[in-house]
């Protein structure tokens, strides 16, 4: 099975810098899936690791620490529409099925 | 591409009616996934479809609920009877192959059983 943990809110404020954490434990791995939902929308895709290191996309970044079962999501330069709900997944060893965490929800104050 | 697409957007009936659900995935994507959202569980994989052939329907609470693919761009979610405790938003996503590929969401269903 898979179980994700992540913590439920976090506040933080605008311009500042965030990261999210998410710890797994599975029984198969192939590869560590960030989303983000806005309240009443539909999860959009953030990053994606599959091996250990730093991913770079513009004011977001992920880290994968396979070994450790750990990732995270960093934010900089916050705005207050990156307040949503951030969402860790496992993908299977198959690579056909997702596992959600039960995501971060991230409030920016001005 | 219009991305992926479902109906209704919101649903409300009483316990004991049946609800179908509906989802059009994008265009050229091998692989859809039903998901169920409440504030208690998060996001929960129901059951996904390669090439319209059910393959893991292990997350399916029980038998009032059934999926079909019929075709490669149609797919439904039936609850029969429903109950209030299937109260929640209902995603379908799709992706173009298993590994590494995103799996992209529709805007959901809001159900809300009386």
């Known amino acids: 099975g898979q179980n994700i943990d992540q913590p439920t809110e976090m506040t933080a404020t605008e311009g500042a810098i965030v990261q999210i954490n998410c710890t797994y434990q599975?029984?198969?791995?192939?590869?560590l899936f960030w989303y983000q939902q806005h309240a009443g929308e539909a999860p959009t895709f953030l990053s994606y690791?599959?091996?250990?290191g730093l991913e770079e996309k513009g004011r977001f970044s992920s880290f994968l620490s396979r070994s450790k079962g750990y990732s995270y999501l960093l934010l900089k330069e916050l705005q207050m529409k990156d307040s949503a709900s951030y969402l860790c997944?496992?993908?299977?060893?198959?690579?056909?099925?997702?596992?959600f965490g039960g995501g971060t929800r991230l409030m920016v104050k001005p | 591409d219009a991305g992926v697409i479902q109906s209704p957007r919101h649903e409300v009936t009483e316990m004991g009616q049946e609800v179908t659900l509906r989802c059009k995935p994008i265009?050229?994507?091998?692989?859809l996934f039903w998901y169920r959202q409440t504030m208690m569980r998060g996001l929960e994989l129901l059951i996904y479809?390669?090439?319209?052939?059910?393959?893991?329907d292990s997350g399916m609470p029980e038998d009032r609920f059934s999926a079909k693919m019929p075709n490669a761009s149609f797919s439904t979610l039936k609850i029969q009877p429903s109950e209030p405790r299937d109260s929640a938003v209902y995603f379908c996503?799709?992706?173009?192959?298993?590994?590494?590929?995103?799996?992209?969401f529709g805007p959901g269903t809001r159900l809300l059983v009386l």
């Open positions: 996503a799709s992706s173009l192959a298993e590994g590494q590929e995103t799996q992209y």
């Open positions: 599975t029984s198969g791995f192939n590869g």
């Open positions: 690791n599959v091996l250990d």
């Open positions: 997944a496992t993908m299977n060893n198959a690579g056909n099925m997702l596992t």
């Open positions: 265009s050229g994507h091998d692989y």
């Open positions: 479809f390669n090439n319209n052939v059910p393959i893991d």
